[in-house]
């Protein structure tokens, strides 16, 4: 609990970096999801697609902020994107920003499915960054970029499902395809991540094994968590091997 209040103390944002930061930031995430909406709205893309495209600009900008302003910025882009996320939610079905990232397939619970996800990834980044710092990185690059992935592929190429925990009798299957893309893709990310942090010092042979082993822990990751729960562990994870073998 120290923990806690001390981490919201350090990087409650302040006035002057609310005014300053805030309204670019609400913009940026905004722009993000619309750019999504219009995609399905306009291109018939599917909201597995689409959904992804907004997770991917967000993640992509937290790993941005995390490693060059630090998490201070973080946290206030997490605010200001937790406003546009709440604004499509009161919107609700059929609306435009609304329909972008309400997967049809978890009908009728669409919105729960928004939710939790959402609280799931708060969660994550919140105790990622608490307990490991700027390791959090590793988290962050993971979901954004790995996560991202495997349900596109799943959805593209395929062809071995396998069902998931989920809660409320929603069916939800992912695909030995997605989780191979998971682990190729979270292993290029945390590489970046070990460079970023670590640069040339660390060795490259520590760096490969690094990356190896929290690509393959990432796969086993998003393969058995619940559904809506894997932007959790898909941060804390990475995170939490990142710092302990940095």
């Not at 993640?59 to 060059?68: D, G, I, K, N, P």
């Not at 997490?78 to 939610?89: E, Y």
């Amino acid at each position: 609990m120290a923990a806690l209040s001390e981490f919201i103390r350090t990087n409650f944002p302040t006035w002057r970096e609310l005014f300053l930061y805030g309204p670019p930031m609400f913009l940026w995430a905004f722009a993000a999801l619309t750019l999504a909406a219009w995609l399905k709205r306009k291109h018939n893309v599917r909201t597995g697609y689409t959904r992804k495209i907004f997770h991917f600009a967000i993640f992509f900008t937290v790993a941005a902020l995390q490693t060059t302003m630090g998490t201070r910025t973080v946290c206030l882009f997490g605010a200001m994107t937790s406003l546009v996320v709440a604004f499509a939610i009161v919107r609700g079905d059929g609306a435009f920003h609304y329909e972008a990232i309400a997967r049809e397939k978890d009908a009728p619970y669409r919105t729960h499915y928004i939710i939790v996800p959402y609280i799931a990834t708060l969660l994550g980044g919140l105790t990622s960054s608490i307990l490991f710092g700027p390791a959090a990185l590793f988290g962050f690059l993971v979901t954004g970029v790995g996560d991202a992935i495997g349900e596109p592929v799943g959805t593209r190429f395929g062809k071995h499902p396998y069902r998931v925990p989920s809660m409320r009798g929603v069916v939800c299957t992912r695909t030995l395809e997605g989780s191979a893309a998971v682990f190729v893709v979270s292993t290029i990310a945390a590489l970046i991540a070990a460079y970023a942090l670590q640069g040339a010092s660390l060795p490259i042979g520590h760096r490969l094994g690094l990356a190896f082993l929290i690509g393959a822990l990432s796969a086993l990751c998003e393969a058995v968590s619940p559904h809506g729960w894997d932007n959790f562990t898909l941060q804390f994870v990475p995170a939490a091997v990142g710092y302990a073998l940095m």
